[in-house]
């Protein structure tokens, strides 16, 4: 089976080489969560369950969250429904997800890759979703309010 190449030739493992890695459902949920306070993302963005991995390599921002199976969750705040695969990456910088995978949202008939979440002015409290197609939305923070409380773990 041929690995699983991300970018410029480089495999999963790869760019997971030199990375933290937590396991375990309860310390993954943590993890995330801390991970998404420090970006400045409300907590409820990033609703997946069972978590299993989750990884962080400091020197290039690339990070990881693998879950049990894949999941779909709907947000009520954006009306909208979005599918997260098994494993979701990433790059990461201060208000910045970029280059990620693993996470589609449904537009119409469609499912989308989404392939960067940002905050371009933190006072706005507003989320900028970009989609592979290069087209985005910005959404109120306040969309994903207490998504956390819906039982990640």
């Known amino acids: 089976m041929a690995a699983l190449v991300l970018s410029e030739h480089k495999t999963l493992s790869d ?15 943590r993890h995330s969560l801390e991970l998404l306070e420090e970006l400045g993302f409300p907590k409820g963005v990033l ?11 400091r020197e290039t ?12 969750h709907y947000f009520k705040g954006t009306s909208s429904k979005v599918s997260y695969a ?10 910045k997800m970029k280059k990620m995978t693993g996470v589609k ?6 499912w989308i890759p989404l392939t960067e979440m940002s905050i371009d002015d933190p006072t706005s409290k507003k989320i900028y979703f970009k989609t592979s197609m290069g087209v985005g939305r910005s959404f ?14």
């Open 47 to 57: 609703p997946l369950k069972n978590l299993e991995e989750c990884g962080r390599v």
């Open 140 to 153: 109120p923070f306040s969309a994903f309010d207490c998504e956390e409380e819906n039982g990640n773990q």
């Open 61 to 72: 921002g690339f990070v990881w969250m693998k879950q049990k199976e894949p999941y779909e």
């Open 86 to 95: 098994t494993e979701v990456t990433a790059y990461i910088e201060k208000h």
């Open 15 to 29: 760019l997971k080489a030199g990375g933290e890695v937590v396991y375990g459902a309860e310390e993954c949920y």
């Open 105 to 110: 949202t449904k537009q119409i008939l469609l």
